[in-house]
């Protein structure tokens, strides 16, 4: 099974920046792609950015768009999602998880096989 361990989360001021890390269970970050997720309590997980590993596609969600980024650290097996000019309604705990690709895309939805991690809890507030 495909796990990844999150971290980096933590209380922020608006405006500010944060840098989460997932890192591979496996040898090598192993999954066709790999999608962040967050989840705010009593409400579904939403998809936030994911990347293609093999074409290096990368999606973001409207909400996010210039504010997050993606990025690959392949010799520690780490996937970095880095926020700035943070909100509140950034306010989550944020999940990597292996995702669908497909036709050098990807896909905000768990494969079969992978496993959610424990997360890391973002809180952005005054």
């Known amino acids: 099974q495909l796990q990844f361990v999150e971290s980096g989360g933590g209380l922020v001021q608006p405006g500010g920046s944060l840098r989460l890390s997932c890192v591979a269970s496996?040898?090598?970050?192993?999954?066709?792609?790999i999608g962040w997720f967050r989840q705010i309590p009593g409400k579904d997980r939403e998809g936030v950015s994911c990347?293609?590993?093999?074409?290096?596609?990368?999606n973001y969600v409207d909400s996010v768009k210039g504010r997050f980024t993606l990025s690959r650290d392949d010799a520690k097996r780490t996937l970095y999602l880095q926020m700035h000019s943070l909100k509140p309604e950034d306010t989550a705990v944020y999940f990597c998880v292996a995702v669908v690709a497909r036709d050098g895309f990807c896909i905000y939805r768990k494969i079969a096989t992978a496993k959610w991690g424990q997360g890391t809890q973002v809180i952005v507030s005054s």
């Open positions: 496996e040898f090598t970050l192993g999954a066709s792609a």
């Open positions: 990347i293609n590993n093999r074409t290096s596609f990368a």
